[in-house]
């Protein structure tokens, strides 16, 4: 990807980002007098964008599902995936096994069980929720064809020790790189392949504000050297270059 081409990830790459990495979603089908049938289910992305999960063939989802395939899975906070239950081939089912006995190793018993079933949820739509409430749609292709971050899933143990690296060169980057130049403090919040995003204090409150990675991510290897190259530039802004001269006696 070129520089600056994008500094904010898609919607669809949210949704992708969040069938990848969340363990569990909750399973809605479709009950014998009509009403939705609840519950949550272990699951793994498909390689597609797809949840896939295996349940017992004596549950109500999967006696359901094979009567009625119109289903609903809500993953996460935010992501709704609206479709149909079908049923994994077998050589899918392989291809699928160590992912999903990383993610569920207490269910090792169950996926090669011939009394559980292997099932996919395929989209018909999908609604993403963004920070401030705003439903986007998506379309089960705007699914398959976006990438997850590579950055998510070792996001909970990347954020406090890159955090603590970073120190004051936050502040600065809130000033240099972020242009709030008002900013008394600044905090790492998130981390995602297009850059840092920072909670800073301003006299007029907190907001947060996003540094960008010169080039996208692709790698979760590559995160500590782009961070390093952001607190390198954010250093050498003439407003950093101020800061200096401010405090120097």
């Known amino acids: 990807m070129d520089a600056m081409s994008a500094i904010e990830p898609r919607w669809a790459e949210l949704a992708r980002t969040a069938v990848s990495t969340t363990p569990f979603g909750v399973l809605a089908t479709v009950d014998v007098d009509g009403r939705p049938a ?25 006696m359901r599902g094979r009567q009625d395939r119109r289903a609903g899975m809500s993953i996460g906070d935010r992501l709704l995936i609206q479709g149909d239950l ?8 392989v291809e699928l096994q160590s992912e999903f006995l990383r993610l569920h190793p207490a269910l090792a018993g169950n996926v090669e069980s011939l009394d559980y079933s292997w099932l996919r949820l395929d989209s018909v739509r999908a ?10 749609w998506l379309r ?72 960008p990675f010169p080039l996208r991510l692709d790698h979760a290897s590559e995160v500590h050297a782009a961070v390093a190259a952001l607190a390198a530039a954010a250093r050498s802004t003439p407003s950093a270059r101020r800061d200096h001269d401010a405090s120097t006696p």
């Open 140 to 211: 089960p292709e705007d699914l398959a064809s976006a990438d997850a971050d590579p950055l998510a899933e070792g996001l909970i143990d990347l954020l406090p020790a890159i955090s603590e690296r970073l120190d004051d060169d936050l502040l600065l980057m809130a000033h240099g790189l972020a242009g709030r130049w008002l900013a008394t403090a600044a905090e790492l919040v998130h981390i995602d392949r297009y850059g840092l995003v920072l909670r800073m204090t301003e006299p007029a409150g907190e907001r947060n504000g996003r540094v």
């Open 38 to 62: 609840v519950a949550t289910v272990p699951i793994v992305d498909d390689g597609a964008g797809a949840p896939v999960t295996v349940l017992s063939n004596l549950s109500t989802h999967t």
């Open 127 to 136: 609604r993403w929720v963004d920070d401030d409430g705003t439903e986007r």
């Open 86 to 93: 079908a049923p994994v081939p077998g050589l899918q089912q």
